[in-house]
């Protein structure tokens, strides 16, 4: 059973949205739901979330439907989820809840695990006394005395263990991935980033040519993925795949997310990956917006990507393209991830940005030093090249860091430092 409650300030539209997704994440967590009860409130009642007749009304409803397992759309506070569970006679839940479900049986690596554990625990603290409830039984059940307050008390202690174990894991991860990024230095990086679903797996699948796990589901992936995606023209790029960000994305998840998340955060550029298709894109596209800011992220280089609009007419196509660029002022290109012959803008944009953040220069090596000059074509872009006896001149554009590392090699000469490229 799913209860939707949104305030009565909330577009009808959207708050229908929001239950529709709601029932794709009971889907996606393997439920099956039997019906939907809405109320629109001015504000979430203390005690219920929703109002006394609601509840009874909620009631009556579990007991015709057998329902057993009512999904809340909004996040219930440890007393709304025990009052609740009190009143109807079935196991309750929230949207938050649901979410961390589905992370925990879609995690494949160890440090994705360990993420999902991390925010169930923390997620789980405060609800513990709730959890005991079955220990009443024992001694009369008022506050939980005797063996039950013991053993939650002990629980609590674990928890705290186990979370700060936890933390400690996900660290060394953390200094192994800032590792990994350094080895990557002087490669332009990108990552993806976007609502769940939008099509960011299936966009690195064409691009890079890699077998990634693709599935019509959200939160098809958790593990974030790097492939190096070849733009032509000698330009080659690495390209992440992040998590998917969804609207009203529990708190401690996104916490637990973030060394997974270090990788946009190192990036050189995050292209937020939209579903063109989806009625409600711009509201999606507010969601990201909003999650990365939280995560001190909202300000980095950024490019939009609309996928799927190979589920639109040319008309549909052509009248969200001017409505992009009237409203928004960060590059946007237009594709379907199923077909690359509609991937050359992205391309091009992609390869505008390298050229605008290499070093323009002159400089003159030996004639054989063949590991500079194999390092120069492979790492930059040669763009003139002539001979003076044993001394070769040439005119490159190169990554900040190879530029660095380059002057610093004996033999080299800076001959001009050129004004960037416009």
């Known amino acids: 059973m799913l209860v939707g409650a949104p305030l009565k300030t909330l577009h009808e539209g959207i708050a229908k ?23 629109r409130i001015d504000a979430p009642h203390p005690r219920f979330y929703v109002g006394k007749g609601k509840v009874d009304e909620l009631r009556e409803c579990v007991a015709a439907t057998e329902a057993d397992l009512v999904i809340f759309d909004d996040e219930l506070t440890p007393a709304q989820g025990k009052a609740l569970e009190e009143r109807i006679g079935v196991r309750v839940m ?6 961390l ?7 494949r690596t160890g440090e994705a695990k360990m993420q999902v554990e991390l925010a169930q625990l ?12 079955h220990l009443s039984r024992i001694r009369g059940g008022v506050g939980l005395r005797g063996p039950g307050e013991m053993q939650l008390e002990t629980d609590r202690r674990m928890i705290g263990r186990r979370i700060a174990d936890l933390r400690k894991k996900l660290e060394v991860v953390v200094r192994a991935r ?10 332009f990086r990108v990552a993806l980033v976007g609502y769940t679903n939008a099509g960011k797996s299936s966009l690195l699948r064409a691009l890079s040519g890699s077998d990634l796990f693709v599935e ?3 939160f098809a992936t958790l593990d974030s993925a790097t492939r190096s995606v070849d733009l032509g023209e000698g330009f080659e790029i690495l390209v992440t795949d992040t998590v998917g960000f ?19 955060r190192e990036a050189d550029l995050l292209a937020h990956v939209i579903d063109a298709s989806h009625a409600g894109w711009e509201e999606q596209k507010g969601v990201v917006e909003d999650v990365l800011d939280e995560l001190d992220l909202g300000d980095r280089p950024q490019i939009l990507i609309f996928n ?6 040319h008309a549909e196509e052509e009248a969200l393209s001017r409505r992009v660029r009237a409203f928004d002022t960060t590059p946007a290109v237009f594709l379907s991830a199923l077909r690359p012959d509609t991937f050359e803008p992205l391309r091009a944009l992609f390869k505008a940005r390298i050229r605008a953040g290499l070093r323009h220069l002159s400089v003159r090596v030996g004639a054989h030093a063949g590991e500079i000059l194999a390092m120069l074509y492979r790492e930059g872009e040669v763009l003139n090249q002539s001979q003076h006896g044993d001394v070769l001149e040439l005119e490159i554009r190169v990554p900040q860091a190879v530029a660095s590392r380059l002057l610093q090699q004996p033999g080299v000469e800076l001959a001009r430092d050129h004004e960037p490229p416009a």
């Open 17 to 39: 949205e929001h239950l529709e997704e709601l029932t794709r994440l009971t889907d996606t967590a393997g439920g099956q739901v039997v019906d939907i009860i809405r109320q």
């Open 94 to 99: 929230d949207r938050a809840e649901l979410i």
């Open 101 to 107: 479900d589905i992370f925990a049986t879609r995690a």
């Open 122 to 133: 923390q997620y789980l603290l405060p609800r513990l006394k709730r959890m005991w409830t």
């Open 178 to 187: 800032a590792v990994q990024r350094q080895s990557r230095e002087g490669k």
């Open 216 to 218: 019509d589901r959200l």
């Open 246 to 264: 969804i609207r009203k994305l529990p708190h401690h998840l996104i916490a637990s997310f973030r060394s997974t998340l270090e990788e946009a």
């Open 308 to 313: 799927k609009v190979d589920r639109l007419t």
